[in-house]
């Protein structure tokens, strides 16, 4: 089995030896019309400003799953019903190592309460806010590689 390639940000910046590699949930809301969520990162935390998709760390003893409920649930005051995990990012960032494990999340109860004092925006590709955090880029090919995929096979 080989090692996930690692993706790594900000390269000339300093970084501990002694970092743990942080266990990330992470959710792609996608709403019926493939419109998908992004927050903004609140004040106070690395890369403040900068665009992402919400989730948070998970706490010993979580599952990708458990984790998601409880973040998106504090951070935007949702409640999701169906999550379905996609694809998982190794980041490198000067302040952390992060495993980013993505989740497609197409249904939830509750209204978005921005419980950080971020802000969100639904987007399609190619997205409109910016700057987008480094760990966010790879979703958005993602999404372009699907929907490519998705328009050829329409086609014939």
């Not at 665009?51 to 010993?60: N, R, T, V």
């Amino acid at each position: 089995m080989t090692s996930p390639l690692v993706r790594v940000v900000d390269a000339d910046q300093p970084r501990s030896l002694e970092r743990g590699l942080v266990q990330v949930a992470v959710g792609v809301l996608i709403r019926d019309d493939h419109a998908f969520l992004m927050t903004s990162r609140p004040l106070g935390k690395a890369y403040a400003g900068y665009w992402e998709f919400p989730g948070g760390k998970l706490e010993a003893g979580e599952t990708v799953a458990e984790a998601l409920r409880r973040e998106l649930q504090e951070e935007i005051g949702i409640t999701i019903t169906d999550c379905q995990p996609w694809q998982t990012e190794v980041i490198d960032y000067p302040h952390a190592l992060v495993q980013l494990n993505f989740c497609k999340v197409t249904q939830w109860t509750g209204e978005l309460q921005m419980r950080e004092a971020q802000t969100f925006a639904w987007q399609q590709l190619p997205v409109l806010v910016e700057p987008v955090l480094p760990g966010t880029v790879p979703v958005l090919q993602w999404f372009a590689t699907e929907r490519q995929f998705a328009g050829a096979t329409h086609k014939s």
